[in-house]
Structure formats: structure tokens, C-alpha cells
T-cell receptor, first 111, second 113 residues
């Protein structure tokens, strides 16, 4: 079953702008992760935030997690054309080794 | 370093034919292994996962099966393909520990005609 729902489904911005994507999930989790997928390729891990963390940074990426609302957001600052891809959140549910993915956000960064 | 191999990259199969997709991982031992399917423009659906040889958990009842004959080998099979089996199939692995990421293969695009 699909765990996460992402919002928006698609996002188009100009180079240099910030991109924000949101993810909601349903069950208790160990952690939440964000992945990137270029068209027709496998997924690449971007960042992991544990359930006891509220915010995490990695380069131009900023992730927040609100376990009370069961939601997360991914912010990409100063976006580049090369950031054009689909972005997925994934949850690692408590007591399992399963990674359940959201529906994804298709980001297009215009040069 | 660890690597994951998934093949073939593309496959066109007639309805009713069998399927075998193979995934192998190198450079690690006792990995968790996963098969996902992605419909066009959609999210990933977890099909099967395995925490050890011969241990397969099925997430979605369907026309597919999985096997893990060796520690680092994961096979996705079907006896008779349906049109609805078309999609992008992704294999992944992770370390058997908390708070670890999944590493994905490059995927197989299956078209059933």
C-alpha cells in the first residue's frame, strides 16, 4: 500500500528559486527519507531524518519532520536546471525493514 | 564498495510468456533485498522484500513471485505475464540495521504486448 502522499504532484520554477515539496504519511516511523529519480533511472538517496529529529540540512537541502502531523517537507534552495527530477519521500515503518514510498513530486527547473 | 546489478534494462514480452528478472548485490553480506514496481509517472509500489535466504514477504497479491536462492541474489518471476504487468521494475538493497538508506539498481522497463 502507498504510505506517503506528496504535494504538489508537479512543480515548475525558475533557476535560482527555492523549491518546496511536502510529504504526508500514515503510520509511526523510525525515519523518513528523501530520494531523487532522474527520468527512467533508479532512485538516489538524498537525506534521512530520524523520528526524533525535527530538521536536517545537507548542502542546499533542508528537511523538516513533524511527527505529530505525520508530515515532512523538502526544501531545495537556489535551484539549478540539474535539479530537474522526481523527488520521493519514503518511510521506514516501526518494526519493519520496509521502505514505503510516496507518490512523488516532479520538479522542473527552467534555465 | 557495494554495487547492485539489475538486468536486463529493457524487455518486451508477449502476454502469457514467463518472466525472470535478476538482481545481484556485490560488496556486502546479509542485505535486505527489495523489488518495487513503478507505473508510468507514478510512485513506487513495494512488491516483495527479503531479510534472508528463502525468506520472502509479499506485499501485494499478484501475478508475480520472488525468490532469493543466494544471499545476494533476488529474482522476480512470473509464469504467465499479463498486460498489467508492464512497468518499471526496480531492485534495491539495504543494510540490515536501523536508519539506513536503500540503494537502487537502474531498473528494468518491462513492456508486455
Amino acid at each position: 500500500s502507498q504510505q506517503g502522499e506528496e504535494d504538489p504532484q508537479a512543480l515548475s520554477i525558475q533557476e535560482g528559486e527555492n523549491a518546496t515539496m511536502n510529504c504526508s504519511y500514515k503510520t509511526s516511523i523510525n525515519n523518513l527519507q528523501w530520494y531523487r529519480q532522474n527520468s527512467g533511472r533508479g532512485l538516489v538517496h538524498l537525506i534521512l531524518i530520524r523520528s526524533n529529529e525535527r530538521e536536517k540540512h545537507s548542502g542546499r537541502l533542508r528537511v523538516t519532520l513533524d511527527t505529530s502531523k505525520k508530515s515532512s517537507s523538502l526544501l531545495i534552495t537556489a535551484s539549478r536546471a540539474a535539479d530537474t527530477a522526481s523527488y520521493f519521500c519514503a518511510t521506514d515503518a516501526l518494526g519493519t525493514y520496509k521502505y514505503i514510498f510516496g507518490t512523488g513530486t516532479r520538479l522542473k527547473v527552467l534555465a | 564498495s557495494q554495487t547492485i546489478h539489475q538486468w536486463p534494462a529493457t524487455l518486451v514480452q508477449p502476454v502469457g510468456s514467463p518472466l525472470s528478472l535478476e538482481c545481484t548485490v556485490e560488496g556486502t553480506s546479509n542485505p535486505n533485498l527489495y523489488w518495487y514496481r513503478q507505473a508510468a509517472g507514478r510512485g513506487l509500489q513495494l512488491l516483495f522484500y527479503s531479510v534472508g535466504i528463502g525468506q520472502i514477504s509479499s506485499e501485494v497479491p499478484q501475478n508475480l513471485s520472488a525468490s532469493r536462492p543466494q544471499d545476494r541474489q533476488f529474482i522476480l518471476s512470473s509464469k504467465k505475464l499479463l498486460l498489467s504487468d508492464s512497468g518499471f521494475y526496480l531492485c534495491a538493497w539495504s543494510v540490515r540495521a536501523r536508519d539506513t538508506e536503500a540503494f537502487f539498481g537502474q531498473g528494468t522497463r518491462l513492456t508486455v504486448v
